[in-house]
């Protein structure tokens, strides 16, 4: 659930992108990534956005890349999450799934809410959304209709689709999504029509969810407790950074737990409140300084500094050095290996 959780890529991603005439090596080299990831099942968050970022610039168009994605890519490549979603039985049930078993997969999560003849699904980052490419972003809320489509086997279309960052073409999106398409929201969020929701799934599979379902639920109950109560204050930290600079009172009130019970849990455990904030800091700033295309003021912004000078003290602490000369040494290390 931290920033340098590994991120499972399922192989269905690659095949994708064959699909569209684009191979996995070409990706990796325009990422500036060693080709040996290609065959890893995990990557860092950075490594991630750095993948999807390399497939936006290659296919030239952001808008032409999130509708060509999910549409080419194959059901039978879906990792074991997803098909207990498109072998659900309705299209909430579907979206229902998605969203608790998204806890699985970080860097994202949904949030679904049903009011009137609207439901809304926002779509989360756990990093500052400023990272994440947005073609990542538009992918991820296409393959949400695109999966009604195919459980339904019917056209559906969405009622509104709000973007935080300009995402190219806007009529090949609304082509798509079959609806307004507003750029430049606070927010990335998906409107579908609530009464399709109703809409049966063709794909409903009743005997593979009785073998999906209890192995799945079975991993989100043991990664939930798995965490310790560090672990889940990081989480928060780092997730509120960009906020300012988080305080035990909102930490605790997010745990469900006062701030007196949160301070002995934490001193149970080792630790403490305002040494955590220095390690998520710490944490959140290295992995900010292994994106190029960040400037240290904006690093400095995203880690909680009002200031610069106040993260380069800071970051001399941690590392002995600038933030401009690691990003130097280490960076650079990373695209020769």
Known sequence: MTSDTRIKMPAGFWTGLSQLGIAAHEVIRQARLPLTIINKPVVSTAQYFAIWQAYSDIIGDTAKGITKLPTV?????????????????DYREALYRMARYKRLCPPESLHITEEDEHCTIELKWLDSDKLVPPILVGTTLAFLLELGRRGTGQHLTASLVEFSHSMGDVQILEDYFGCTIRGGENCNRLTLH????????????????????????????????SLSITEKVKWIMKRSLTGGRP????????????????????TDEGASFNHLLKQSRHEQALEYLTDPSLDIKEVAFLVGYEDQNSFYRAFRIWEGDTPSNWRTEHVGMNLIN
């Open 194 to 225: 609530r009464n399709d929701l109703d809409r049966p799934f063709i794909s409903y599979n009743a005997e593979l969810l009785e073998i999906l379902t209890p192995v799945l639920d079975k991993s989100l109950n043991e990664q939930q407790r």
């Open 247 to 266: 305080y035990i009172k909102n930490v605790a009130s997010e745990l469900g737990m006062s701030n007196r019970t949160l301070q002995r849990r934490l």
């Open 73 to 89: 890519f194959e059901t039978t490549q879906y990792p074991p999450a997803v098909l207990a979603t498109y072998h659900a039985r």
